[in-house]
Structures are given as C-alpha cells and as structure tokens.
C-alpha cells in the first residue's frame, strides 16, 4: 500500500525514521506531525518467548506494532483448553479498536520487538485521520480473509497438506519478496506443540510429515528448528494453495 504522502526524513521522528511500521503498517497513515505527538507516548521495547502482551478479558488501554519476531494469538475455553487462533508478524498491529476489554490473548511465540503506545491518544488519531482508520480496516479485513483460508485449512486439507501450508505460511511472512523458485530459510517461530495445536494435528504428526517432506527433497531440517525451503512453488503445490 502506498505511504499517505512523501516526507523527508528529518521532519520525521528519530524512533520512527528506520521502522518498518511507518512504512508498511498502521503508521503510514499518519502525517509527520501526528508521528511526532505519538512518538511523545510510544516506548519501543523487546519481550522474550512466552511474554503475555495481551491477556483475554483484560481492559485494552494501550496498543502496538510489532517490529520483529512472531506473536501467538490464543482462545481460552471458560474450562481452560486452548487453541492457538492466529499469528502475527511485522508490522502488524496488536490491539482491538473501537472496544474496551480483550477477547484474545497475545503470546510472544519467539524474542519480538514490539512499538507501544497508549490506546487514548491513537483513538484521538483515529477520529482525525479518516486514512488511518481506513487502514486499520484493511487490516482487519485482511485478517478475515486470513481465518477464512485457514479454516478451510483446517476443515479440508490433509496433514501432509497443513504442514506444508503452515511452512508456506512462516516462508513468505520471513521473507515476503523471495522469489518462488529460490531458496529460502527460517527458524520455525513454534513449538511441535504449538505447530500441532495450531493445525489441529498431533505433535507425531507434524514429525512425520515434516519428515515427509525432507525425504522427498523440499526441505532440509537442522536443529529440529531451522528449516531451508529449496522451492517455494514445490512447497505452495504441496500444500495445494
């Protein structure tokens, strides 16, 4: 999406001129001088695996980009069963809009860096730039679209075909400007576990088709965690996207 209008660097804000969000994210809506009165509440900062950045049913009072690493999405059942729902990347935005407690809670899977800033002054933002609620819509319609594919993911596709979905999934958010035929690597950013809970599977299965697919020559596994893909289009025809 197009940045909302051309500025030079220096009238933007020395927090704000290297982030990928301004680019790319919610920020990019904003003029220089709306960066400039949110940089005066935002706090850049790192969390490590397994931090809560937002719990369900917490009071929503702040939100953030995030910059680097992965983030979990998770549903809790009243009996305490989970199922991860979703996940985040740079530089998606972590928050809900327009509502005042959290239906969702949001994991660090990996170390994530993470833009912060308080919920008050963004809604202020919000009701004067149109362009930035626009965005914000965008967003969450493509977020639509997302769970839309991925429950036909989980209803319709077979293991072998999850797998290579989610591998798919984690390859282009790493690195969405590889090309289709190159090679691509990344550490996976969850555990079998949370690989398995998320594609509704059992962690054996994931291992076997991970294993499957090492086999036929798509990827190669190192450290049970660092995955080289050697074709993009071989893996998206695998995973029957």
Known sequence: MAIRQDIHNSEIPA???????RHRGVCGALTPEQ???????????????????????????????????VVKLVKTLPDGRQQIVG?????????????????????????????????????????QAPELGHRLHLQALDELDEARDWMLTLGRKTAAERVASFLHLIARHGDPEAES???????????RADIADFLGLTIETVSRQLTKLRKD????????????????????????I
Do not use: W
């Not at 931090?51 to 690493?69: F, Q, W």
């Not at 809900?96 to 800033?117: D, G, H, L, N, Y």
């Not at 691509?184 to 969850?190: E, M, N, Q, V, Y």
């Open 87 to 127: 996940l985040q990347f740079a530089p998606d935005f972590i928050g809900r809009p327009f509502k005042q407690e959290s239906s969702i809670t949001a994991e660090a899977a990996t170390a994530v860096r993470v833009c912060a800033f308080p919920k008050t002054p963004l809604d202020r933002m919000i009701d």
């Open 35 to 69: 960066l400039v009165e949110l940089s005066r509440h935002t706090t850049k900062r790192k969390v490590e695996p397994g931090t809560v950045l937002v719990s369900d049913s917490d009071t929503i009072d702040s939100y953030a980009n995030v910059l680097a690493g």
């Open 15 to 21: 927090l704000c001129r290297s982030c990928e969000a």
């Open 217 to 240: 020559g798509l990827i190669a596994v190192e450290n049970n965690r660092h995955i080289t893909v050697f074709d993009l289009d071989r893996l998206e025809r695998r995973a029957n």
């Open 181 to 191: 035929a190159g090679e691509i690597s990344f550490d996976l950013p969850l555990t």
